[in-house]
Structure formats: structure tokens, C-alpha cells
């Protein structure tokens, strides 16, 4: 790399206290700090990751970090159709079917899916107990399974293959839930609010930027009661909740849209260019 290049960087992930723990952590933060120093420019997908990033690296300028939300195709998410997935699952019309797309990993939250779902079960809080098609892969997939498995709840959750068809697998559940534990930029939200979809998610760093203003209900990250109530508050009424998320549709494909981000990023482009 030339000395004399202007350097801008992309921070896709947030930071968390774990991270700079005892002497090899703080290491770490000193020689990351470095290193962001030498950047003339970094630039973060959420407003909630820049202000995590200053948290963690104050010694950065704040001039020098810029949020700029996200964004997908957003016409592919609103165009897509509905794949019938209780008919592959075989599953009757009106089975409650949430969906879970996330990576079997802590950061994703699935137990708490879990957890939530053995609760509705155990008290009979729901007339029909709702299942739950899974679309992720890899992580700590077979752990998850096993431990629904122990709570005795396998004929509730359904691994799909995976599919290139995100849009019509978003539109074929009736609820998407995201109980991430912490997102740099909550994509999948975008995308379940684009195609229309109800989504439940937490309120955590990242997801929750994209989720205020929505219809969607936000829980604590963690908590399980409060994402069992949150399920069954979703199918008490489901076609009014449908109705809201459709409403919201057209404000999501604009808010969305990857031509407004890539219009923030060129302008920045040209910004760090000049002063090069």
C-alpha cells in the first residue's frame, strides 16, 4: 500500500468487553487501536456500530468514522414469491410456522427460540403449539438439535435444505424471529420487512436501528418469557399483523434500498479522494 493512498475501512461486526479481557486482550485493543489510527477513514453499517466503535476506541477521531446504514435488493425481497414450505414439511394450513434464519451459533439466539417454544408447549399458552422451520447450517447445528431434542420438542423444529430462494422462504413462514444476542446490521430484518413478513427481534445493537419505526415488536436480548409472549401476541391475530407489515412494505423497500448506501459510500469516496 502506498504512503501516500488514502485508506478507508469497513468494520462489519461490533465489539464487546470479552474481547479485551486480561493482558493479551488489552494487547490486542493497543494494537488495533494502531492500526485503526493509520486509517484515514472507517466506515460502519449502522449508527450503533460507529457508536460502539467509539466506545471501545475513543482515541479515534469521531469525524472519521462514518455510519452508513446497510442496505439489500430490496425489489428481489418485495417481488419474490411465497414457497410452500407446510406442504413440504406437511404441516396442516394453519400451523403456526415461524422461521428461523440464522447460524447455529450463541450470537444468533436460537435457543431462546427454543426455550420460548418449550414454554408455550409446557404451559399450553397457544391452542396449537407453532413449529419452526430452521435455513441455517454449520455452527453448532447438531448441538442445538440435541438439546431440542432433550427437551422433547423435534417434532416442532424443521431443518430445510438449504435454498437460493431467500425471498420466497421469508414469505412461506408466517413469523420470522431474530433474538440476536448483537448484530453490526440486521439484514435479515431488512429483508423480512421488505418481503412484508411479520418479524419479531431483540433490541439489541444493530438490530434494533433497523426495527424502530416498524411494526415489529423488539424483546430484551435473552429473555425467553418475554419472547414467548411476543410469539403468541403475534397469532392472536395474525391477518391484522399481516396487514400491518404489508403497510409497512413500501417504506421498507425505500428505507432499504442498496442505491441510498451506495450513494453515502460514493459521495465518501469522493470526499477521502479529494483530500488525497
Known amino acids: 500500500m502506498g504512503l501516500n493512498q488514502c485508506h478507508l475501512m469497513t468494520a462489519h461486526d461490533v465489539f464487546n468487553q470479552a474481547q479485551f479481557q486480561r493482558f493479551k486482550g488489552r494487547f490486542k485493543h493497543i494494537l488495533m487501536s494502531a492500526a485503526f489510527k493509520r486509517m484515514d477513514a472507517i466506515h460502519t453499517v449502522t449508527d450503533d456500530a460507529r457508536n460502539n466503535f467509539l466506545d471501545f476506541f475513543p482515541a ?3 469525524e472519521r468514522i462514518h455510519g452508513i446504514l446497510h442496505g439489500i435488493d430490496t425489489a428481489y425481497f418485495r417481488e419474490g414469491c411465497a414457497l410452500p414450505l407446510r406442504k413440504t414439511i406437511g404441516l396442516s ?4 410456522l415461524i422461521g428461523f434464519f440464522g447460524r447455529f451459533m450463541g450470537q444468533k439466539g436460537f435457543r431462546q427460540i427454543v426455550d420460548a417454544i418449550d414454554l408455550i408447549r409446557t404451559r399450553r399458552l397457544m391452542a396449537e403449539v407453532p413449529h419452526v422451520a430452521t435455513f441455517g447450517w454449520g455452527g453448532f447445528i447438531r448441538e442445538d438439535y440435541a438439546y431440542l431434542g432433550g427437551l422433547g420438542l423435534c417434532k416442532y423444529f424443521h431443518q430445510m435444505p438449504q435454498t437460493d430462494n431467500m425471498a420466497g422462504s421469508i414469505k412461506g413462514v408466517d413469523l420470522v424471529v431474530m433474538p440476536s444476542r448483537w448484530e453490526a446490521c440486521g439484514l435479515l430484518a431488512m429483508e423480512a420487512l ?10 439489541c445493537i444493530g438490530l434494533r ?10 424483546v430484551s436480548v435473552g429473555d425467553t418469557e418475554a419472547l414467548a409472549a411476543a410469539i403468541i401476541r403475534e397469532f392472536q391475530d395474525i391477518d391484522s399483523r399481516r396487514g400491518e407489515f404489508k403497510r409497512y412494505q ?4 425505500s428505507r432499504f434500498s442498496i442505491e441510498r448506501p451506495a450513494r453515502e459510500l460514493a459521495l465518501l469516496y469522493s470526499k477521502l ?4
Open 273 to 276: 479522494n479529494d483530500q488525497g
Open 250 to 253: 413500501e417504506v421498507a423497500v
Open 60 to 62: 479515534i477521531g469521531p
Open 209 to 218: 436501528e433497523v426495527l424502530d419505526g416498524s411494526p415489529a415488536q423488539q
Open 194 to 203: 421488505t418481503a412484508g413478513v411479520p418479524i419479531i427481534g431483540s433490541d
Open 93 to 96: 394450513p394453519d400451523t403456526p
